[in-house]
């Protein structure tokens, strides 16, 4: 969905289709829900031990791996949608805005949340007598890092962007794009001969 999504949008922008490129993001976006979604069912659906056996023999590490699957189910989701999201901007040329989101949301939100969930809540020791504790709570904070993602790249596709706006400015790198390629044409032609 994502590979898809960004190339249609970046086409119907060069092209200067607003409407198509507004279409094409929105059908990315919910390809992307459709099809997390339906994998964090299977997730949730399947017997919890069914997957992690395929790895490991190991009984204690099937037991673990089945307790984080319900939470995995939902990383599942919101980190399709955040990647589909993630596509949209880069089709837009807006990657400048990629790195803040993700230090807020992981190295801000993500990280120090599942670090006092899994050690500071806990005095220091990895707990084993409620769901977030040990390796739950470290996935639980990355899963909500990757839901802040999500949202804050939902906040720059849905509130910045003008599709008339990108569309001039995605026209505006074609026509450097071209008058690049022919300027380095043109020196090499003239590099070709000298010799």
Same mark, same amino acid.
């Given at each position: ?41 299977? @997730? ?24 984080? @699957? ?11 949608? *955040? ?68 949202? @804050? ?22 026509? @450097? ?7 380095? *044409? ?10």
């Amino acid at each position: 969905c994502s590979v898809a999504g960004s190339t249609r949008v970046s086409n119907f922008l060069g092209s200067g289709d607003t409407k198509g490129a507004d279409l094409a993001a929105k059908v990315s976006v919910t390809c992307a829900f459709l099809l997390s979604t339906l994998m964090g069912c299977i @997730l949730i659906f399947t017997p919890h031990s069914f997957f992690p056996s395929f790895f490991t023999p190991d009984e204690n590490v099937i037991s673990e791996a089945s307790r984080l @699957l319900p939470l995995l189910a939902l990383y599942v989701v919101g980190d399709g949608i *955040q990647i589909s999201l993630n596509a949209i901007i880069k089709a837009c040329g807006k990657q400048y805005v990629m790195m803040p989101i993700v230090v807020v949301a992981y190295w801000v939100v993500g990280v120090p949340l599942g670090y006092y969930i899994t050690f500071i809540r806990h005095d220091g020791y990895m707990c084993e007598d409620s769901y977030f504790c040990g390796v739950t709570g470290l996935v639980m904070g990355l899963t909500t890092g990757t839901y802040v993602h999500m949202l @804050l790249l939902a906040i720059v596709v849905v509130c910045s962007t003008n599709w008339e706006v990108e569309s001039r400015k995605a026209k505006e790198r074609l026509a @450097l794009e071209k008058h690049t390629k022919v300027t380095h *044409q043109e020196d090499n032609q003239v590099d070709m001969r000298s010799i």
